[in-house]
């Protein structure tokens, strides 16, 4: 069946590196993917989207790569600051499917 | 712009009551989605609604949830004769069409005593 998943749930980096994480995802008919982050005890904020016409989207600090082949998608971040400690759902949304989530906590 | 805003934010209510959650999505958009988050899990697609029309509700429970989206005012989802295992974090979402973005609100936060 369809489904959005995290290969990893939680994710320790340390100040200034990068950090990637990623989700896979089942069904080849998906097309439009968003990354969000969430903070504890808010709501998921829209960090990036990519449709499936592309491979690559850069944000500020954020960069996804979709690869279709592999069904694979991944969030990377620059520079990861300990604000950006939280967790991270990738979302198939015309399926409504969100995955877990990959925690992520950025050593000072 | 505001942003998608819902309220109450937090929510007590004990075992047999009803809880209505509301939901403004922002400005210009006429879709709103309601998930449901339990501790520790990722969001659980509940129902898609347009003003007037429930679009997909596949993710609702069949028994004592509702939701609407009336032609003015909020979106409402309305849980009745509510139970302990209600208790969790409702989001509202809203897109301008079905094909863009969902932005998320704050969250209401429920919990059955």
């Known amino acids: 069946g369809e489904s959005v998943g995290l290969h990893l749930p939680t994710l320790s980096v340390q100040e200034g590196d990068n950090s990637i994480i990623n989700c896979a995802y089942s069904?080849?008919?998906?097309?439009?993917f968003i990354w969000y982050k969430q903070e504890s005890g808010k709501g998921p904020q829209f960090i990036i989207d990519?449709?499936?016409?592309?491979d690559k989207r850069q944000g500020q600090r954020v960069t996804v790569l979709l690869n279709k082949t592999v069904k694979h998608l991944s969030l990377q971040i620059a520079a990861t600051q300990p604000g950006d400690s939280a967790v991270y759902f990738c979302?198939?949304?015309?399926?409504?499917?969100f995955g877990t989530g990959t925690s992520l906590t950025v050593i000072p | 712009n505001a942003g998608v805003m819902q309220n109450p934010r937090h929510l007590v209510r004990r075992r047999g009551q009803e809880a209505r959650l509301r939901c403004s999505p922002m400005?210009?958009?006429?879709?709103v989605y309601w998930y449901r988050q339990l501790p520790e899990e990722g969001l659980k697609f509940m129902v898609y609604?347009?003003?007037?029309?429930?679009?997909?509700e596949s993710g609702m429970p069949k028994e004592r949830f509702s939701a609407e989206f009336p032609k003015e005012g909020p979106s409402i989802l309305r849980i009745q004769q509510v139970v302990r295992g209600d208790s969790a974090a409702y989001f509202c979402?809203?897109?301008?069409?079905?094909?863009?973005?969902?932005?998320f609100g704050p969250g209401t936060r429920l919990t059955v005593l």
């Open positions: 990519i449709r499936s016409n592309m």
């Open positions: 979302a198939e949304i015309h399926q409504f499917y």
């Open positions: 609604l347009q003003k007037e029309n429930i679009i997909d």
């Open positions: 069904n080849s008919a998906s097309d439009y």
């Open positions: 400005k210009g958009h006429s879709h």
């Open positions: 979402a809203s897109s301008r069409g079905e094909e863009d973005t969902q932005y």
